[in-house]
């Protein structure tokens, strides 16, 4: 009896031993976006003619993301409106102006996750508020998780995802031109992330 009071008192305190390093392994991973090879690109109607694409530059942002509890995921991104490429100055400079994107007012839109939804093993929404021209709005991300790894010179551990959104440019007080450029706007986000334990994830780091 007294060999069993020992042996179970020493699992009990194997247990606890190693319940923090379990905890530690199970809690998610940070990264920050890697601005390079990171993308956002929308498209929206031009009087009915066709639907123009821009791209626009992420500049700062984190991940937290654990592969297997997708519910303790969270991300912060600002977007850099000055990067607006159009493929032509004119139009860039007209979009950038207080009728549309007021970049002299608010140079950065920002994105604060809300939750996560998980749908299967790749495929999730991510749910979130986007701050455009000093505007707050709900937005829904529907994602792909593409993959997680290494780079080719294992170098650094990467994560990838591709999502998509639609927005109303009328909610965030972008009314102009209301009979010739579209109120729908189609957005799609290629992210690359970076592993970096260091990176300050608290919520609204600006």
């Keep these: 009896m007294h060999q069993l009071r020992l042996t179970s008192g020493l699992l009990l305190a ?9 905890a530690a392994l199970a809690a998610p991973s940070t990264y920050r976006y890697d601005t390079t090879h990171s993308q956002i690109v929308f498209s929206i109607d031009h009087n009915g003619f066709s639907r123009p694409f821009g791209r626009l530059h992420i500049a700062k942002g984190w991940l937290r993301f654990d592969p297997d509890d997708w519910s303790q995921s969270a991300t912060e991104l600002d977007i850099d409106l000055a990067s607006l490429d159009m493929g032509d100055a004119a139009w860039n400079e007209a979009v950038l102006k207080p009728a549309f994107l007021d970049v002299e007012k608010a140079r950065y839109a920002h994105f604060v996750s809300t939750s996560v939804e998980r749908k299967d093993d790749t495929h999730g929404v991510l749910h979130g508020n986007l701050m455009l021209r000093g505007v707050t709005k709900p937005v829904d991300l529907p994602f792909t998780f ?28 972008m009314t102009s031109n209301a009979n010739s450029i579209g109120h729908s706007v189609s957005v799609w ?18």
């Design 189 to 206: 986000l290629e992210l690359e992330a970076v592993q970096d334990d260091h990176i300050n994830t608290t919520k609204e780091s600006q």
């Design 146 to 173: 593409n993959r997680m790894g290494t780079t080719i010179y294992g170098l650094h551990t990467m994560a990838g995802f591709s999502a998509t959104a639609m927005l109303q440019r009328d909610d965030f007080g």
């Design 14 to 22: 194997l247990m606890a031993a190693c319940w923090p390093l379990s």
